[in-house]
């Protein structure tokens, strides 16, 4: 038959009720065949369209039956699972009836909807389960006696490279073995339990064996579920007899398989491991991209030559026919309709787009029964042969060293061996009959129980359900609580527990609970050391437990209690269905971190998922340490913002929305119990390391030594690196004033706990370091734009207060220098605890732009003080002590310390309040340098209210004759106005008299009043001179200088009531623009206010203006004042912001 393109569908779920909580946006719209997705970062962009075989809109339009069924809502478009079934799974059972091969596959991101496709929850049942039941509708019907059906099932499952059958109790270690078929040229799984079905049902009962198999698994190891794919496997033969009595058999074989989820591997962040290659995690669904990509170029002809890589992961073995060969496939991709998950979204809409260019060739599998039992014994002939001669191997071997052909000889006898006694499986199949074969299977269907026990006991009796991080591997087992005790722990304890548990933390003796006419209490064996958490709080001596409680034994079994008979007992608070979601929750609360979505922007909530997605990873490292002594301990950091290294002085708020800043990361450290050394992993590459740590704890279950291993293969091991100390925020406003800054920074770690201090400076300058004129102090920012600026950052020296830092100490931050950015780092300071480093960077910026202007008032540059470490001998005491031991230890020295830290209730308080707590205490180390800033403004303005209430003072005291109100009204102006920078008003002054110069001639007064006083009043009547005599250009000369004496003599010093002398850079030069420049009218409106019978108000009002202007920064002052009653300091040169701007914590973690 012509080649067929792989049918490809996509289908969109709706939202979950986290992305309610969140208020999540929708991106995905669907139109016919067409599917669209917007870029929620950029709205304005235009969506980016795919086009499918299937756009299913299952994201609302719906209504729930009274079954439970959802069903289309009137005139929507909502795609129901009975309407999918018709499009892709009907096709499916044609197919097979026809004889083709076909595969179904459901691909997606973790939670994007692939299982309720495929599998379906509750009564909407998905593809799987009907077809399975359609099939055996229409076998029902079958009137032909000439014709018979056949139906085998498999289930397996792949995860990290090993297979399991999930319909058997005994699987060898490593898994089962794939193996090519060599005459087919297929890969098959070797002794994969294939069992005959007869009915729906039977199919049913065995779907949910291998689930709780699934289930039990995944809870003894915290395998996660969304990291395996499932294969269900559906052999369908039709036997038809022909009138001459030969049979012939019409085989269909039916993969349906889920695969796991298909987070991005780039997006973990595991580059640079050491030990990345070793883990499998992504392996089978890259090869299956590499896979889906090779032969989509090979169905174009873009590439003449082409290799396909089936043999890259066990996966891509298995689906070879499925893709490219013969079989008729499908393929459905599940998306998320969440702003939060568009990456992975447009991800998987891409991977779909390339999987459907794939063309594959189905044929009818149709052969007489006879002729295929003479091909497998004439095979077997061939192959014994073959073992017995050993020439293929000597015939291809030329060229190969003894060593070389004695190891092709043992895999050639080895596969030859597997592929003889699966040949003589298929004869010793077809010599029994298909009726004995489904009645032994039917036999061994009834006898099994999945641990879903009768339901009409739940409403009678208290039992415990499981939860699983699959909803649907939760509630899947049940353990029903007896009158009296009931026992929890290990199969291998003596006695048997009458709840047998297994995998971590899990002890022989584990934990009893007890039910007394349906009052149950639970309590740990004392002396177990056995871990229980009863809803997130560590189990100590006897609870009572409540209905819908929620119990953790050892580090992944979690349960849930129901109790019917004391239904009352439940939390009000709680919601209707307990979740595995809700449980992990109530975990992460009790630990310290914040679980609430309420304003958190897009980062933050994604930074809290990946915390609730690492706590359970991280208990489980920590119990697999525990077990095999590796004397390591794990916890979760975050790390802030403001604690990364990279702050950039050049960005801005409007950058953040370009992200170019950064966010909070998730990592883990890893700190060893015996020499304090401690490495941070990025969140990537500890969950490589975890599935590494899952595999030497299998071999270790397996019985093999571990003990040897080389420390360059245990994933717990590393080599010491630089530690992270802590950080230190310098807050950079004020360069917006052009001002010097020198401080003793705090150096916080991730906890917000004090690790020492840091001096440094920070200094405006020139392009070569050397510092600028005092008199460059600006108050208004906005007098830098468009001009280079330089400054320079000096860091002086630290005091470390842990006696381990001592090896070596040295600081690092980034910076952006002539719009470069640029890593700058101090030289190593060694073998002291109180380096000094006198280490300068002059930053350049060539033009100042308003972006920067906003980054000093708000940003901060990050100091990051780095630790050396070295692999020290540890005490000989604690070598005595175990892990679990050792991290006790640990822990309780820790305590103390936070116990004895001044501010460790403030902390911790902030710690809990939210999970962003460092980013608090920073945004508190910013508002002190505002504070300050705004406390040296304000000092200068009351040195302004001061004068200019001794002014008026002065004015009071003259006798009503020398009362003078235009002089008067110029001097108070005089203050109010001064900028508080002698060179900008000496050069405002100096530009003044030479427009003078030019324009104004000026006359002597008798009674040797100063022209400027007069200048106002008579200037409207002087005429313009083109030219000026030398009697007039004295005059001018005679007016500069009595300006400039009056400017120096008159006003630079002030004495303050308190006797003090003024601040001179304050207003001590004053500034003629106001009145030099005044508009006639302006003037005529003062003289008017001012003369009218000696009145006052217009002075008074202007007085009371300044006072109000004043009122906010004295306001702010005052309690600030009241908080910290240290006074700040002055450098004695000019204005600079104060000492006490501490930085505080600059991260958060919480164990």
């Not at 998987?348 to 029964?369: H, M, S």
């Not at 017995?388 to 050639?412: C, F, H, I, N, S």
């Not at 540890?874 to 070598?879: F, G, R, S």
């Not at 002065?954 to 020398?962: A, F, I, L, N, Q």
Request: glycine fraction near 6%; aromatic fraction near 6%.
């Amino acid at each position: 038959m012509p080649d067929e393109s792989v049918k490809v569908a996509v289908r969109v779920r709706p939202f979950n009720q986290r992305e309610k909580d969140r208020s999540a946006k929708l991106i995905i719209k669907m139109q016919g065949q067409m599917t669209t997705i917007a870029n929620p970062e950029t709205p304005n962009e235009e969506p980016k369209s795919f086009s499918f075989d299937y756009s299913y809109w299952s994201h609302d339009g719906f209504q729930e039956k009274s079954d439970g069924v959802l069903e289309p809502a009137g005139g929507s478009s909502y795609a129901s699972q009975r309407r999918v079934f018709e499009d892709l799974g009907q096709g499916v059972l044609d197919n097979a009836f026809e004889g083709y091969n076909c595969s179904l596959f459901a691909y997606g991101q973790t939670g994007s909807g692939k299982s309720y496709s495929m599998v379906g929850y509750g009564q909407n049942k998905g593809i799987v389960p009907i077809t399975c039941d359609e099939m055996f509708k229409t076998m029902d019907k079958n009137a032909d006696p000439n014709k018979r059906f056949e139906v085998t099932f498999s289930m397996l499952e792949i995860y990290n490279e090993q297979v399991r059958d999930l319909l058997s109790k005994d699987n060898p270690k490593g898994g089962l073995n794939v193996r090519q078929n060599p005459k087919l040229g297929l890969f098959y799984v070797e002794n994969l339990k294939r069992v005959p079905v007869g009915s729906y049902a039977e199919i049913e009962k065995r779907t949910d064996q291998g689930t709780a198999s699934r289930t039990v698994a995944s809870t003894n190891m915290n395998a996660t579920s969304s990291r395996a794919h499932t294969v269900v496997t559906i052999t369908f033969d039709q036997i038809i007899k022909s009138e001459s009595g030969s049979e012939t058999k019409k085989s269909s074989v039916m993969n349906l398989v889920d695969l796991a989820g298909s987070e991005r591997a780039d997006s973990t962040g595991a580059t640079g491991d050491r030990l990345k290659e070793g883990a499998n995690i992504n392996k089978s669904l890259s090869a299956l991209g590499n896979v889906i990509s090779a032969l989509a170029d090979l169905s174009m002809g873009t590439k003449k030559k082409i290799m396909v890589p089936y043999r890259d992961s066990v996966l891509t073995k298995l689906l070879q026919n499925a893709l490219g060969g013969n079989s008729k496939t499908i393929m459905i991709a599940a998306l998320s309709p969440a702003d939060i998950n568009y990456d992975e979204t447009l991800s998987t809409l891409r991977y779909a787009d390339r999987a459907k260019k794939i063309k594959n060739k189905a044929v009818v599998n149709e052969n007489p029964l006879d002729k295929l039992i003479r091909e497998l014994k004439e095979e077997n002939e061939r192959l014994k042969k073959a073992m017995e001669g050993g020439g293929v191997v000597m015939q291809e071997g030329a060229g190969l060293t003894p060593e070389e052909l004695d190891k092709m000889r043992k895999q050639m006898e080895e596969d030859i061996r597997a592929q003889l006694m699966a040949n003589q499986a298929m004869i010793a199949e077809n010599a029994q009959s298909w009726d004995d074969k489904l009645a032994e299977a039917r036999t061994e269907t009834e006898k099994i129980d999945v641990g879903g026990a009768d339901n009409s006991r739940k409403s009678k009796e208290a039992y415990l359900i499981n939860l699983n991080e699959d909803p649907m591997l939760s509630g899947v087992i049940c353990h029903f609580l007896n009158s009296g005790e009931t026992s929890v722990g290990r199969k291998d304890a003596s006695p048997v527990p009458n709840i047998c548990l297994s995998g971590l933390s899990i002890q022989k003796q584990h934990a009893v609970i007890f039910n007394k006419k349906g009052v149950i209490e639970i309590e740990s064996v004392s002396g177990s050391g056995s871990k229980t958490k009863i809803n997130g709080i560590p189990l100590t001596g006897r609870k009572a437990l409540c209905h819908k409680d929620r119990i953790l034994f050892g580090s992944n079994h979690m349960y849930v209690l129901m109790n019917p008979l004391k239904p009352e007992t439940a939390d009000n608070s709680l919601p209707k269905e307990i979740t595995w979601e809700y449980a992990q929750k109530e975990i992460a609360q009790v630990k310290g971190f914040a679980t609430g979505s309420a304003g958190l922007s897009k980062e933050q909530q994604i930074v809290q998922e990946q915390v609730l997605e690492i706590l359970p990873m991280v208990s489980e490292v920590n119990a697999v340490s525990e077990e095999l002594n590796k004397q390591k301990s794990f916890e979760v950091v975050l790390i802030s913002a403001a604690a990364q290294e990279g702050g950039d002085i050049t960005q801005s708020h409007a950058s953040k929305s370009k992200g170019l800043v950064h966010i909070t990361r998730v990592t883990v450290k890893m700190k060893n119990l015996l020499n304090g050394n401690t490495w941070l992993w990025e969140r990537g590459k500890f969950i490589t390391r975890r599935y590494l740590i899952q595999e030497l704890y299998q071999k270790f279950l397996d019985g093999e030594n571990i003990s040897n291993i080389p420390k360059e293969q245990d994933p717990f091991w590393e080599p010491t690196e630089d530690v992270l100390i802590g950080t230190s925020n310098l807050f950079l406003q004020s360069l917006s004033y052009c001002l010097d800054f020198e401080d003793t920074l705090n150096i916080s770690d991730y906890k917000g706990q004090e690790e020492g201090h840091l001096k440094v400076k920070l200094e405006p300058c020139d392009n070569k370091g050397k510092p600028i004129d005092e008199e460059a102090f600006v108050d208004d920012p906005h007098e830098l734009l468009n001009k280079p600026y330089h400054f320079k950052l000096t860091v002086e020296n630290a005091n470390i207060h842990k006696s381990r830092f001592s090896k070596g100490i040295m600081v690092k931050y980034s910076v952006k220098n002539n719009g470069k950015v640029e890593e700058v780092k101090t030289p190593t300071v060694k073998n002291t605890l109180t380096p000094t480093f006198n280490h300068s960077k002059v930053i350049s910026i060539p033009k100042l732009k308003q972006e920067n202007l906003d980054f000093f008032e708000s940003g901060c540059i990050t100091l990051s003080i780095y630790g050396i470490q070295e692999d020290t001998m540890p005490d000989p005491k604690l070598l005595k002590l175990n892990t679990r031991d050792l991290r006790a230890l640990t822990i309780n020295q820790e305590l103390r310390q936070m116990e004895n830290m001044e501010n460790s209730t403030a902390n911790a308080s902030g710690r809990r309040a939210t999970m962003f707590g460092n980013e608090i205490a920073s945004d508190t180390s910013h508002l002190k340098t505002e504070v300050v800033l705004l406390q040296r403004k304000y000092e200068r303005l009351q040195q302004k209210e001061r004068r200019m209430q001794q002014i008026c003072e002065e004015w009071s005291k003259k006798p009503d004759g020398e009362k003078q109100f235009e002089p008067f009204y110029r001097a108070v102006s005089a203050v109010a106005n001064s900028t508080g920078t002698r060179l900008k008003t000496r050069v405002q002054m100096l530009n003044q008299m030479l427009k003078l110069q030019k324009t104004v001639a000026l006359p002597s007064y008798k009674d040797n009043s100063s022209p400027m006083l007069r200048l106002q009043k008579e200037a409207p009547g002087l005429q313009r001179q083109k030219t000026m005599d030398p009697s007039m250009l004295s005059q001018v000369l005679q007016g500069q200088k009595y300006v400039r004496q009056m400017a120096l003599d008159k006003s630079s010093v002030i004495e303050e009531k308190d006797g003090t002398q003024g601040d001179q850079d304050s207003f001590g030069s004053v500034d003629l623009e106001p009145y030099m420049n005044a508009d006639p009218e302006d003037s005529a409106d003062r003289s008017k206010r001012f003369t009218q019978n000696g009145n006052r108000t217009g002075l008074l009002s202007d007085i009371n203006t300044k006072r109000e202007v004043l009122k906010p920064a004295r306001n702010a002052v005052s309690e600030y004042s009241a908080n910290k009653k240290t006074p700040s300091k002055s450098n004695g040169k000019r204005p600079s912001s104060a000492d006490n701007n501490k930085t505080e914590s600059s991260a958060c973690v919480l164990q």
